[in-house]
């Protein structure tokens, strides 16, 4: 709760500050008050994508109510696999990906909210840092274990089996 809070104080900082800057120059003119209204409004979309993953997070926690399609377009160069496997006890799932060299320390760290690697907690625009954290939490729901293991040359190997 500390992470959410801090994550969601950030902008409407940022936020005030803006507003209260604005207010307070008394040579503002309707095109300067108009530049801080649009970066209040971007501030507002990157609270409300938070706020959107923190309602999944907690939603995933219940278990699948519905059902939807989803996107799984790669970035430029890279690429996703998905395979499954079916044992007598169990049925896995295991997603493996390109992307940037992770460390043990940080692959530890990716499954807690709001953790991202490197810079990408300093930039906006990049995730909130919730997606393995969905994924821990939905597995969790269903009695599934996860087990995580970086790719030397970068990237992810995850996978979930289900009793």
Not at 43 to 72: C, H, K, M, N, Y
Not at 97 to 120: K, M, Y
């Amino acid at each position: 709760m500390a992470n959410a809070s801090h994550e969601l104080r950030t902008p409407l900082a940022a936020e005030r500050t803006l507003v209260q800057v604005a207010l307070a120059d008394p040579e503002a003119t309707a095109e300067t008050l108009r530049s801080t209204c649009q970066q209040v409004l971007v501030l507002g979309d990157q609270q409300e994508r938070l706020i959107e993953a923190l309602l999944t997070l907690a939603s995933s926690e219940r278990g699948v109510e519905r059902w939807e399609p989803f996107d799984l377009a790669n970035l430029p160069g890279g690429w996703v696999g998905i395979s499954t496997m079916m044992t007598a006890d169990q049925a896995t799932i295991r997603v493996s990906n390109t992307g940037p060299v992770i460390t043990s320390d940080e692959l530890e760290r990716l499954f807690q909210p709001f953790q991202r690697l490197g810079q990408a907690r300093i930039r906006p625009g990049d995730g909130h840092g919730l997606g393995l954290a969905v994924v821990h939490a939905i597995a969790t729901a269903h009695g599934a274990a996860v087990t995580a293991a970086a790719r030397p040359a970068g990237g992810l190997d995850i996978e979930v089996g289900f009793p």
